[in-house]
């Protein structure tokens, strides 16, 4: 592969840079103008807006049920009925989607009816502005529920009486960085690098021929000394080079906006580079895939913004995809990207060891370079095709 | 450096859509100048893309000192040549010295290599005093040179510019061309034009393209001697009334009150001219003569003008 040509992309892409405001604009000025809204209308502290109560009830038991419909009834509380385990329940409220969860172990009916205490676990988010005031609520209510259930088996002769048949055992989780200002920040820094890679790769693919064919370089760059891939690679180690420009930016003024980086250690940058790189061979390569599609430039504008745009919402890349409606829920499960970024997230946001978390993205690994393969072969045909004509 | 030559055999192109933009085209192109005289819409363009190694013929073969420029040795041929296309496409924000730099390091430079040559193809092209400026800023004529700069940068063998004196005002022209001249002393330069003046003065070898083949070719004053070898007389008279005989010639009249007539000899024939007109009561404004040159060839070989 003739590096000097490669090179070359890279010299003009710099130099350009400097001299074209458009293209220091995109690389560099809209990313931080837009983290800088996302920051400042999105940043604050994260609010619980309502109380997501999960309720995982092994039981099925008759005292169980008594317990839910208790809970049910205060109104202020919004059940859901869960089979999670309680790794996982931890993990939901560690992250903030969940406020609390019940827990109704397997016999606590049967524990009840013969006697002793039936046991309840009540995890609970542990910020002192309103995750002790909501396990106090539910607290009480099980309390409550305890109290009428005593009362009831006062009146049945055969069994014994307890007072208090019930035991609350509160397990306080203590929020990871998502749950805080400067985790929340942090989310929108990983999300706006995701922004930019997810725009220039599409573009930078889509327009990998269409845009060289107008400004007259193809014809240059096809009677030099180049070889099948050279555009190619040339692009692809010039969209790096502008990720790593904009990305650069991003965190700088991520930082000074008040992310917290605090997770990260230098190997975990390492694996995050990585995991950025790769997205960016997927998007690069989707847009190579879709390039065909477009046959002028402004053509590979249209259909660029017409993907990346609702993508940009709905894949998961700035909006935390368990908030998305229940209809866009898989939308992000779709796009390699999101599991590239969900990588670096549970990395810098949930302090995930390294192998974990790219055991969370390889999906999204193995799919951005299956992409990044399928559009090098598009990329070959349409070269061939761009020969044909110029 | 052995004998080096462009070979081109049979060379077809059809674009899709069915437009057949040349056909059949072959020549053989050694050191010094060989032009592609013909006018637009012949067929130079493609020509010469295809020789450049940027279009793919349909059919036919080119050799470049005898590497097949659509064959496997097509990446070492391609570095035997500098292509210059009707526009080149510089960054109109970057200096010609970092354009120079970008289209060296295409060509092949490493960055050091194409800064050096930069540098020194500047020089060559006289625009050393003006390599930091914005090409944005450059004049017509700067920026021709700058494309000859850029071919020029990796020294190639052969240089193939498509229409290297179009669209420039005659000092610029001049200029550009005593440049050409220099630089592709001991090269092999090929290039088209549809200005017959350029392709006399500065070709060893002209091939006349007319519908997508060559018609003729050779060196410009044997194709003059052998198709148009006599001189014109131009008559600009008050329009109307039939052109007359001179001495049993017709005169070839465009109808516009412009008659002119093929003589053997100019300073005989030109008081009989006159003469017929006065006799004929037309009134004459002015007379030229003129010496036939490759415009007139191109007419006399396709029967059509080479500048519509
Ligand atoms: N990309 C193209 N698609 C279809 N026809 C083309 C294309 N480029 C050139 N042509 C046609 O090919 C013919 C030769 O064009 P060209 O080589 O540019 O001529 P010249 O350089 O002599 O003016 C013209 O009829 C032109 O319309
Ligand atoms: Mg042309």
Redesign the interface.
């Known amino acids: 592969m003739p590096v000097s040509q490669v090179l070359a992309e890279v010299y003009a892409f710099l130099k350009s840079m400097l001299r074209y405001r458009e293209i220091a604009f995109w690389n560099i000025g809209f990313p931080i103008i837009f983290l800088l809204v996302l920051i400042a209308v999105f940043g604050g502290e994260p609010g619980v807006l309502e109380i997501d109560v999960a309720v995982v009830d092994y039981d099925r038991g008759p005292f169980s049920s008594v317990i839910i419909q208790a809970l049910n009834s205060t109104g202020a509380l919004k059940l859901q009925l869960s089979d999670l385990g309680l790794e996982e329940l931890r993990k939901a409220i560690a992250n903030g989607s969940l406020s609390a969860a019940v827990f109704i172990g397997e016999g606590f009916s049967e524990n009840i009816t013969q006697g002793s205490q039936g046991r309840v676990l009540l995890l609970y988010y542990s910020n002192p502005q309103s995750g002790d005031y909501i396990a106090s609520i539910i607290e009480s209510v099980i309390g409550e529920a305890s109290r009428g259930i005593a009362a009831r088996i006062a009146g049945d002769a055969r069994a014994e009486i307890l007072l208090e048949p019930i035991s609350v055992e509160g397990v306080p989780v203590s929020p990871e960085i998502l749950a805080t200002k400067g985790g929340v920040r942090t989310f929108y820094v990983i999300g706006m690098i995701g922004v930019q890679i997810l725009f220039s790769g599409l573009y930078t693919g889509a327009g990998i021929i269409v845009e060289r064919k107008r400004d007259g370089t193809l014809k240059l760059l096809l009677s030099s000394p180049m070889r099948g891939y050279t555009i190619f690679a040339a692009d692809t180690v010039t969209s790096m080079v502008a990720l790593l420009i904009s990305a650069t930016a991003i965190v700088v003024v991520g930082r000074l906006a008040g992310a917290d980086y605090s997770l990260i250690e230098w190997r975990d940058a390492l694996a995050m580079s990585g995991l950025f790189a790769v997205g960016l061979l997927g998007s690069l390569g989707l847009g190579l895939v879709i390039a065909p599609l477009a046959r002028s430039p402004e053509a590979v504008n249209m259909l660029v913004n017409s993907i990346a745009f609702p993508l940009m919402f709905l894949g998961g890349i700035i909006i935390p995809a368990f908030i998305l409606p229940e209809w866009a829920q898989d939308i992000p499960k779709a796009l390699p990207l999101y599991w590239c970024l969900e990588g670096v997230r549970r990395i810098v946001l949930y302090n995930y060891g390294i192998g974990e978390a790219l055991g969370v993205a390889l999906p999204g690994i193995i799919a951005s370079l299956a992409l990044y393969i399928a559009g090098a072969i598009v990329y070959r045909r349409l070269l061939e095709k761009s020969v044909e004509i110029v | 450096m052995s004998e080096c030559s462009v070979v081109v055999e049979d060379l077809w192109k059809e ?2 859509g069915g437009i057949v933009a040349v056909r059949g085209v072959s020549f053989e192109a050694g050191r010094g100048f060989t032009s592609l005289m013909g006018p637009n819409g012949s067929g130079k363009t493609t020509t010469l ?1 295809m020789v ?5 013929p349909s059919r036919g073969r080119i050799v470049v000192c005898g590497l097949d420029v659509w064959g496997r040795e097509g ?2 041929a ?2 035997l ?1 500098g ?1 210059a ?1 009707q ?3 510089f ?1 109109e ?2 200096s010609g010295m ?1 354009n120079l ?3 060296g ?7 050091v290599d ?1 800064k050096r040559q930069a540098r020194r193809a500047l020089e060559l092209v006289g625009l050393e005093a003006h390599g930091n400026r ?1 090409v944005v800023t450059y004049s017509g004529g700067m920026r021709r040179r700058l494309t000859i700069a850029a071919c020029v940068m990796h020294e190639p063998e052969v240089l193939l510019l498509d229409e290297p004196g179009s669209g420039l005002d005659p000092r610029a022209r001049e200029e550009v061309w005593g440049l050409i001249e220099s630089l592709g002393r001991g090269r092999i330069i090929v290039y088209s034009t549809h200005i017959s003046q350029e392709a006399e003065r500065h070709s060893d070898r002209v091939l006349i393209f007319h519908s997508g083949g060559i018609v003729a070719g050779g060196p410009p004053r044997m194709l003059i001697e052998r198709y148009a070898p006599m001189p014109r007389i131009i008559v600009y008279h008050d329009p109307g009334g039939a052109p007359p005989m001179v001495d049993g010639l017709p005169g070839y009249s465009r109808g516009d009150g412009v008659t002119y007539y093929e003589v053997e000899e100019a300073s005989s024939a030109l008081p009989k001219i006159i003469e017929a007109f006065l006799r004929a009561g037309i009134q004459v404004h002015k007379v030229e003569v003129k010496r036939p040159g490759l415009e007139e060839v191109y007419f006399r070989v396709t029967g059509a003008r080479l500048e519509a």
């Open positions: 674009y899709p893309s450049a190694g940027a279009l793919k990446v070492r391609r570095r040549i292509f296309p526009d080149m496409p960054k924000k970057l970092e730099v970008w289209i390091m295409i060509r092949g430079l490493g960055y194409a914005r």
